[in-house]
């Protein structure tokens, strides 16, 4: 398994900018090239929904439809982090953010496909 810790969450008015950054610790049997990686999103009361996945080499990767145009995934491998890019925030995108990782293929953005986790980092938009 690996260990997840992100960063980067914070206060911003609606339309403003925030980078999130997801840092993993890997061992040699659990490299987090061989992970496809994923970001989620959880309001209060709501249920964590899938934001953005990327593949293991970068290759492909997969947005929600509310954030498209706007949040961009990347990932690097040799840094092993995983960085998600969110522009012309809205008030909606509010909640705490989740970095997540399962081995191998990307299977969606259903947070029951993911085993490993971050503790989260909490994005607050306000007009």
């Known amino acids: 398994q690996v260990q997840l810790a992100e960063s980067g969450g914070g206060s911003v008015q609606t339309g403003g900018s925030l980078t999130l950054s997801c840092t993993a610790s890997?061992?040699?049997?659990?490299?987090?090239?061989?992970?496809?990686m994923a970001w989620f999103r959880q309001a209060p009361g709501k249920v964590r929904w899938g934001v953005a996945t990327?593949?293991?080499?970068?290759?492909?990767?997969q947005y929600a439809d509310s954030v498209k145009g706007r949040f961009t995934i990347s990932r690097d491998n040799a840094k092993k982090m995983v960085v998600l890019q969110m522009n012309d925030l809205k008030a909606e995108d509010s909640g705490m953010y989740y970095c997540?990782?399962?081995?191998?293929?990307?299977?969606?953005?259903?947070?029951?496909?993911?085993?490993?986790w971050g503790q989260g980092t909490r994005v607050t938009v306000s007009s």
């Open positions: 990327i593949t293991a080499n970068g290759d492909s990767i």
């Open positions: 890997d061992d040699y049997y659990n490299s987090i090239s061989t992970f496809c």
């Open positions: 997540a990782a399962k081995w191998a293929a990307c299977v969606g953005l259903a947070p029951s496909a993911y085993n490993n």
